[in-house]
């Protein structure tokens, strides 16, 4: 069983942090809490007055009613104020928990956007979405929700102490006798649940991985006849959770159980203890109904905080697993360094490697791809293509060397998340959103125009939007769905185009187009390109000679062994 790797205090701070965020919506739940409790005592107290009054055992007083009547209309009063503040807690904390989770959320997605890549996920897709999704909701759950209603339990359980200690101070002690062995077994409690819990969470996690990757290639699991494994190898994993919730059910039960134990023999031992009051005559009958519902005054605050406990522990879990999405540092988002006349990439003396145990991608290589030059990069798979454009999008950094980003030797500057502005990335495979080719082309730039956009695609050899019942408003669903590869790689280009940077990396873009539009496209953007005013750099991935025709420079890479 894997144990807490985050230190308690670390994940305590980690916490405070998540409380200054949402303290307007803690607090006000916190507050209709103690607003509650105090409504219950004085239901109390009003529940004891109307049966002293109607048994004629109420000592006169100035300070509450005097008829039987009168002790109703409170009662009803109270009754009221009570369904009233419960309508209104949960309103608000409905429209505020959704903003609570909504703010949490973003902050996570952007961490994870903005975060640094390095090349090789340490976890899966389904993995992150799981926790992005359910420990976000976790956390804010208990932030929001669960700590408020804790502190008002323990606001309940010490007035119910007092409220009974006023009126009987053996029966209160005896009563709350029970809290050192509550705490001892918390603790205990505490620990064992925390890992059974991460144990749920990571095999959680592994069936929503395994769910995601099965749905985005069922094609190929079709076209494999392999759907049966997969139908298998999620069973096995539902069956591991399954399992696992039942362990955790099994303590969970238990020890509620034992505590439950303890809970029902003080009620027994107050309602005995009442009766023979009761019967000795020295308390009322008002005073026993008093003891009997200040005991569950007591009691309620104690199954409350096991309700809680595991919700505690979840919230923990969730939480350590939220701090590792956020171990990886952000990238450097200040100032963008533009090059408004145009750039080129010096690669100097580069060694890279993906980690230390895998083999050197690169060794002291050195490329010079020089401003408004074209260059084809071609190389077997493996010899380090894609590789190269990482390091040149500073999505990557290299172990030795660098890779600098300039117009002359003297104004020459480290590529980083800052230099990015200057380029224009269009990626091997289908990289389009779900949604409308609008939407796509304007990823590229937001305020592009129709003009703009028509522009772009022509350049791209996409003119069949045109051709198209909804145009650029034509939906296309996850993975360019609806579209072909050759059309789903023109419209990428065209996007990409319209970001309008100095440099254009080109990862294999064409390699879905026939001959003649891959011709057409490449004729397109060189013709283009010669009529701006500054003549952006142009590097192509390819394994296409048609590509390598239009270039001025031809960068064969190797394989290292």
Not at 241 to 253: A, D, E, I, N, W
Not at 406 to 424: I, K, W
Not at 482 to 494: F, N, V, Y
Not at 524 to 544: D, E, G, M, S
């Amino acid at each position: 069983m894997k144990e807490p790797t985050i230190p308690t205090v670390a994940i305590l701070k980690w916490f405070w942090r998540i409380f200054r965020q949402v303290k307007v919506q803690s607090l006000i739940n916190a507050m209709s809490g103690v607003v509650r409790v105090a409504l219950d005592f004085a239901f109390i107290w009003a529940t004891k007055l109307a049966i002293d009054l109607a048994t004629g055992h109420a000592a006169p007083s100035p300070f509450h009613p005097s008829t039987l009547f009168s002790a109703g209309v409170l009662l009803v009063g109270i009754m009221a104020l009570q369904l009233a503040l419960g309508y209104l807690g949960r309103w608000i904390a409905a429209l505020m928990g959704v903003e609570a989770q909504n703010r949490m959320q973003r902050h996570i997605f952007d961490h994870l956007l903005r975060s640094e890549w390095h090349g090789r996920e340490k976890r899966h897709s389904g993995d992150v979405l799981n926790r992005l999704v359910s420990d976000s909701q976790t956390v804010v759950s208990v932030v929001t929700d669960t700590v408020p209603q804790a502190f008002a339990v323990l606001v309940r359980l010490v007035c119910a102490f007092f409220f009974l200690f006023s009126m009987d101070a053996t029966l209160a002690i005896s009563v709350t006798v029970v809290l050192p062995v509550f705490i001892l077994l918390s603790r205990l409690y505490i620990r064992r649940m925390r890992a059974i819990t991460r144990e749920v969470r990571q095999t959680d996690s592994r069936i929503q991985s395994s769910l995601q990757e099965s749905v985005q290639h069922r094609l190929v699991l079709k076209t494999l006849e392999r759907v049966p494994l997969l139908v298998s190898s999620l069973s096995e994993l539902q069956a591991t959770l399954r399992g696992q919730v039942r362990h955790r059910t099994l303590f969970s039960s238990t020890s509620n159980l034992i505590l439950n134990v303890g809970f029902g023999g003080a009620y027994l031992f107050t309602f005995l203890w009442s009766v023979n009051r009761l019967a000795e005559g020295t308390i009322t009958f008002g005073m026993m109904t008093a003891f009997i519902q200040l005991c569950g005054q007591i009691q309620g605050p104690f199954r409350e905080l096991t309700r809680f406990i595991p919700s505690i522990i979840s919230s923990f879990t969730a939480a350590e697993r939220l701090m590792e999405l956020e171990e990886t540092p952000i990238e450097d988002d200040g100032e963008p360094i533009r090059f408004a006349e145009g750039a080129g990439i010096r690669v100097s003396d580069v060694t890279f490697a993906y980690d230390e145990h895998s083999r050197h991608i690169f060794e002291h290589a050195s490329f010079d791809f020089r401003p408004g030059t074209a260059t084809a990069i071609l190389g077997e798979t493996g010899a380090g293509k894609t590789t190269l454009i990482r390091l040149i999008l500073a999505l990557l950094k290299p172990d030795q060397g660098e890779v600098v980003i300039y117009r002359t030797a003297a104004d020459a500057v480290p590529v980083s998340a800052r230099t990015r502005c200057n380029l224009v990335y269009v990626p091997q495979g289908n990289s389009l959103f779900s949604g409308s080719l609008r939407w796509n082309l304007q990823m590229g730039k937001p305020d592009a125009t129709e003009a703009e956009m028509r522009e772009a695609l022509d350049l791209a050899c996409a003119d069949f939007v045109a051709t198209l019942p909804d145009g650029l408003d034509t939906r296309i669903g996850e993975g360019g769905a609806g579209l072909s590869e050759g059309q789903a790689q023109r419209i990428a280009i065209a996007r990409a185009l319209l970001r309008q940077g100095s440099i254009l990396l080109l990862d294999e873009a064409t390699s879905a187009l026939d001959q003649d539009t891959e011709h057409q496209l490449l004729q397109n953007l060189l013709r283009h390109h010669q009529q701006l005013a500054v003549k952006p750099t142009l590097i192509f991935i390819t394994h296409r000679p048609a590509v390598v025709e239009h270039c001025e420079q031809v960068i064969t890479l190797a394989k290292l062994k």
